[in-house]
């Protein structure tokens, strides 16, 4: 059932995404691809993978517009998504010594808290380009986790005392199971994944916006000729880095509900921060197309709906065991063969042929 | 006598690191690749010499030169048929594609050998012999030679041979290399080789002094990085003073002023690229 939702969602994301169709079947894709993902925990029995494949959509999307938009590379988002989760869980847990506030509260705050801290860090590597930019944010992915788990910010006698754990373990309260009436709707299955949708939804909304502004078209300019936007009118320096503070805050926002379905932070440190998870959104966003307002959706769709498929086909422990592997083969694979993804067949009328995936190879080798 | 024991071990240490700059500041400037597999090129080196220690007794410093002109052989490859295919594209997909094969080898890396922890150890491995009160282990003191010798190795490779010529003048203008008569493929290939081997020889001596795992080695990537950045890109005396400077950051920031060492190192390397981004002793790099 996953699977076909999986399919039929990128069906309408690539309707809505052809710019050659009539705008009001673009709009009836858009209203019926929501809609799809609305009824999607009623008609299926386990949300679980759409709430993965949700919530890596949101994180792409806050990938996308850095190094999409803006053309920044940036390597270092998952930093940003662990630390959401992270601050989230101080302000939510309910242990002794935690706040204790409700997620409406603790999600938006660490979103918050988190950007300002990417705006910060953002003004100095912002100030490096290529690969040195790169580098940098590289750097930061490295160095975040460590410094969480630093006892001179966050250990028993540090500046935060005890915020992250500082050595204890660091829980999310457990997502109450919602009742409706007589009926119990499960929270994982129902609330989770609407939490999920949200971010989801919060990424997709704000690239749309995005794309049409004038702050978008700044970004595309300096992605073009950085010179060039910053002599047309575009204050490159503040359009960087509120390009970054979003980004991160995209990453913060999917970081903080995945890590509220995680629940223990101190066990799952490992996975928020690691490599899979820094590939997941750049491969997502390389699948669909960098740098378009429907290729992360689209991109998410078709990883996890592989991921689904070949779940289907072979038992799924052996299957987990190798999807590191599979996963640097698909960003070989693609920057190799199909650098502008699958936007490439959707926005223009290029067929799809053998040759074309033979065309970047012959345009750029020595 | 602790400060100086410091020392040493900062210097020591500092050698290996100084060889990891070196691989890593060839490719970077003659290919203008930043190569994230590099650390991958290490680990798998680690593991090569650990496997010829363990199934066929083989010294680590008797594999050595097998080692090296194993990663060559898996570089040269690489480069020919694969990363020479997108050379001329933007230097994001370079990145990403070394990016890419950094993932994939290391992925492999624990399907195949498993995450758990292991190091070759030959039976001098924890002996040390002492100058004064100062101890100096006998794999460390190897290490150092070997990594002194192979820098001064390269350094006549690249000054005094016809082959060494030709990488630098592909570095310096490829339009004007090609016009002279040189393979600019072939010649990517050789330099990509060389700086795997370079990261081999790291690797293997790494192998001897801690214990490796195939997920340990990313932090080598932005630990290269910043060697070359802080000596300078293109200059082989740089790579060994940003090393010897980063062995000492590393002790002494593991020491006494946190134990995150990564993150003293990212701050000096922000520091360096913010305030002097050409490095000590180098040129400007591509931008």
């Known amino acids: ?366 | 006598m602790d400060f100086v024991q410091h020392i040493l071990n900062g210097l020591l240490q500092g050698c290996i690191l100084a060889l990891i700059g070196l691989g890593f500041s060839l490719v970077w400037g003659i290919l203008n690749i930043i190569n994230l597999a590099h650390a991958a090129f290490i680990m798998l080196a680690a593991y090569v010499t650990y496997f010829l220690w363990s199934l066929a007794g083989i010294d680590p410093f008797i594999s050595l030169p097998l080692t090296m002109a194993v990663l060559f052989g898996l570089g040269y490859i690489l480069q020919r048929y694969v990363i020479n295919l997108v050379m001329g594209a933007t230097i994001l997909t370079t990145f990403l594609l070394t990016f890419g094969f950094e993932s994939l080898l290391v992925n492999l890396a624990l399907r195949l050998f498993s995450a758990d922890t292991r190091q070759t150890k030959p039976i001098y491995a924890n002996a040390s012999f002492s100058i004064g009160p100062l101890y100096v282990p006998y794999t460390q003191l190897g290490a150092v030679v070997v990594a002194l010798l192979l820098t001064y190795l390269l350094y006549l490779f690249l000054d005094h041979t016809r082959t060494g010529s030709s990488i630098r003048a592909v570095g310096q203008d490829r339009v004007a290399a090609r016009l002279m008569g040189i393979d600019i493929g072939r010649t990517y290939a050789l330099t990509f080789g060389i700086g795997a081997a370079l990261a081999a020889a790291s690797g293997t001596l790494l192998s001897t002094t801690s214990g490796f795992a195939p997920n340990g080695f990313s932090a080598f990537n932005v630990l290269a990085f910043s060697v070359v950045v802080l000596g300078g890109l293109g200059s082989i005396p740089g790579a060994l003073l940003g090393g010897l400077v980063f062995g000492l950051v590393y002790e002494f920031g593991g020491t006494y002023v946190l134990s995150q060492r990564d993150v003293v190192i990212f701050a000096i390397l922000i520091l360096v690229l913010v305030l002097r981004p050409t490095g000590l002793l180098g040129r400007e790099g591509y931008r």
């Not at chain 1, 380009?129 to 630093?150: E, K």
């Not at chain 1, 609330?191 to 909304?205: E, I, N, R, S, V």
Request: net charge positive; charged share 10%.
């Open chain 1, 1 to 366: 059932m996953n699977l076909l939702i999986f399919v039929v969602g990128t069906g309408l994301a690539i309707i809505a995404a052809r710019p050659l169709s009539p705008p009001r079947l673009r709009r009836a894709a858009t209203t019926a691809l929501i809609a799809l993902m609305v009824i999607a925990p009623f008609i299926t029995s386990s949300t679980s993978i759409l709430f993965d494949a949700l919530t890596a959509m949101c994180i792409a999307y806050g990938w996308n517009i850095i190094g999409g938009f803006a053309g920044y590379a940036a390597f270092g988002n998952v930093a940003y998504l662990g630390l959401g989760a992270f601050v989230a869980a101080g302000f939510m847990s309910r242990q002794p010594g935690h706040l204790a506030w409700p997620w409406f509260v603790g999600i938006p705050l660490a979103v918050v808290i988190v950007s300002l801290i990417a705006g910060a860090v953002g003004i100095v590597v912002l100030r490096l380009r290529g690969h040195y930019f790169s580098i940098a944010t590289l750097g930061v992915g490295v160095a975040m986790p460590q410094v969480i788990t630093s006892d001179a910010a966050f250990g028993s006698h540090g500046l935060f005392p005890n915020f992250f754990g500082g050595g204890l373990p660091l829980n999310f309260p457990l997502a109450d199971d919602i009742r409706v009436g007589g009926a119990v709707l499960d929270a994982d299955r129902f609330f989770l994944y609407g939490l999920g949708l949200g971010t989801a939804l919060a990424g997709w909304t704000i690239t749309r916006l995005l794309a049409r502004s004038k702050f978008g078209y700044g970004l595309v300019a300096i992605r073009e000729n950085e010179e060039a936007a910053e002599v047309m009118g575009v204050n490159t320096t503040i359009s960087k880095v509120l390009a970054y503070m979003l980004s991160a805050a995209l990453a913060a926002l999917g970081g903080a509900v995945i890590g509220y379905k995680l629940t223990n932070m101190t066990t799952e440190a490992e996975a928020l921060f690691s490599t899979t998870n820094n590939l997941q959104m750049i491969i997502i966003c390389l699948i669909g197309g960098v740098g378009t307002l429907w290729g992360p959706w689209i991109g998410a769709f078709i990883l996890f709906g592989l991921q689904e498929g070949l779940r289907v086909v072979s038992s799924s422990a052996e299957f987990l065991a190798w999807q590191g592997v599979i996963f640097a083969l698909l960003v070989v694979l693609v920057v190799l063969f199909l650098p502008r993804g699958v936007m490439l067949f959707v926005a223009t009328r290029t067929r799809l042929t053998w040759r074309v995936f033979a065309r970047n190879l012959v345009a750029h080798r020595v």
